[in-house]
């Protein structure tokens, strides 16, 4: 079993900046990929950012340049900066941990509300 527990999700201006943490638990292992994913209301829950156990990172076009995701392996935990924010970036943000190898399994966070004012 893997926990996920989100964080740093508010309210910002157009503009502004912010920071999601996420902090994982529990069978911590193999070739993996952790991320963050959104959600807006009315729409598909899509991608962000990623970074695979190896260190690649892959971004959404929408935010490359914006935004970067980072890992602190000691702490077990995934950051995403969010820089420039827009209004469509307002969406529910959520934390995932997908495992490749061994034994294939997939996790998700809460989701933490991530609000964009113009």
């Known amino acids: 079993q893997v926990q996920l527990v989100e964080s740093g999700g508010g309210l910002v201006q157009a503009g502004g900046s912010l920071r999601l943490s996420c902090a994982a638990s529990g069978s911590i292992f193999g070739i993996y990929t952790m991320g963050w994913y959104r959600q807006a209301p009315g729409k598909e829950r899509e991608l962000v950012a990623t970074?695979?156990?190896?260190?690649?990172?892959n971004y959404a076009n929408s935010v490359k340049g914006r935004f970067t995701i980072s890992t602190d392996n000691a702490k077990n935990t995934v950051y995403l900066q969010m820089n420039s924010l827009k209004p469509e970036d307002t969406a529910v943000y959520y934390c995932s941990y997908q495992r490749r190898l061994p034994a294939p399994n997939s996790y998700w966070g809460q989701g933490t509300q991530v609000t964009v004012s113009s």
């Open positions: 970074v695979t156990s190896a260190g690649s990172t």
